[in-house]
């Protein structure tokens, strides 16, 4: 079992910044893929940004490339999505994700995720 808990949303105005971070415990996280979803009121949850076990590829969904940026501290257990040039549209509910059987190929489906985290409230006024 795993357990993923995001922190640092909040409100920000346009052009802004935020830091995501997903503190995960449980079962090794080193071996697993993560992945940052977001969903709006009223819209479906939808893939943001993805990164695989050891940090060396990466996919984000094309709303958000060159704006935002994932990573991971295999140390901490932790993944972050750090988020520049923030825009109203950004405006969701930020979920961070794992799946025991994760590849490149599909890190971007949201069925292929098993473990979710409660999400952060990301803010942007115009």
């Known amino acids: 079992q795993v357990q993923l808990v995001e922190s640092g949303g909040g409100l920000v105005q346009a052009g802004g910044s935020l830091r995501l971070s997903c503190a995960a415990s449980g079962r090794t996280f080193s071996n697993y893929a993560m992945g940052w979803f977001r969903q709006a009121p009223g819209k479906e949850r939808e893939f943001v940004a993805a990164?695989?076990?050891?940090?060396?590829?990466?996919l984000y969904a094309d709303s958000v490339k060159g704006r935002f940026t994932i990573s991971r501290d295999s140390a901490k257990n932790t993944v972050y999505l750090q988020m520049n040039s923030l825009k109203p549209e950004d405006t969701a509910v930020y979920h961070c994700?794992?799946?025991?059987?994760?590849?490149?190929?599909?890190?971007?489906?949201?069925?292929?995720?098993?473990?979710w985290g409660q999400g952060t409230q990301v803010t942007v006024s115009s």
């Open positions: 990164i695989n076990w050891s940090g060396s590829s990466t």
């Open positions: 994700a794992t799946g025991r059987t994760l590849t490149i190929a599909t890190m971007k489906s949201l069925e292929r995720y098993d473990y």
